[in-house]
């Protein structure tokens, strides 16, 4: 088993990267952001109402190539992980297998609605 440590120092890593590629990136607009914005916890004093309502057309539209791709990444590293380990390819990848065609489905379904009905194009009431 790994060492829970090991987890919050490869994150915070990576914090540190980002923090530095959005602090060139942006300059003290970032900075002038970061002072305010917690880093871990939120505060939710701060919270402010959004504009719009949350939609689920607009999640649905805007992350079926996300579902879609997830799956097969995960699927591919699967086969690929199998060949390594007995060098055979092995196509059948129980859960993934079934989840990469259920993905597949979902990603044509809400395809040939976008195509054929409005229903997805309005996003959220304001």
């Not at 309502?53 to 590293?77: A, D, H, P, T």
Request: glycine content about 4%.
């Amino acid at each position: 088993m790994v060492n829970p440590t090991l987890y919050v120092v490869y994150y915070e890593r990576i914090m540190y990267a980002e923090e530095a590629f959005l602090r060139e990136q942006y300059g003290q607009a970032y900075t002038d952001w970061a002072k305010q914005t917690p880093a871990f916890v939120c505060d939710f004093r701060k919270w402010k109402k959004p504009l719009h309502s949350f939609s689920w057309r607009k999640i649905i539209r805007q992350e079926k190539s996300g579902i879609l791709n997830l799956f097969l990444v995960i699927f591919l590293f699967k086969v690929l992980a199998h060949f390594i380990t007995y060098g055979v390819w092995q196509l059948w990848q129980p859960y993934w297998t079934v989840g990469l065609v259920l993905a597949a489905s979902w990603y044509l379904v809400i395809k040939t609605i976008q195509k054929t009905t409005s229903w997805l194009t309005l996003d959220r009431q304001l």
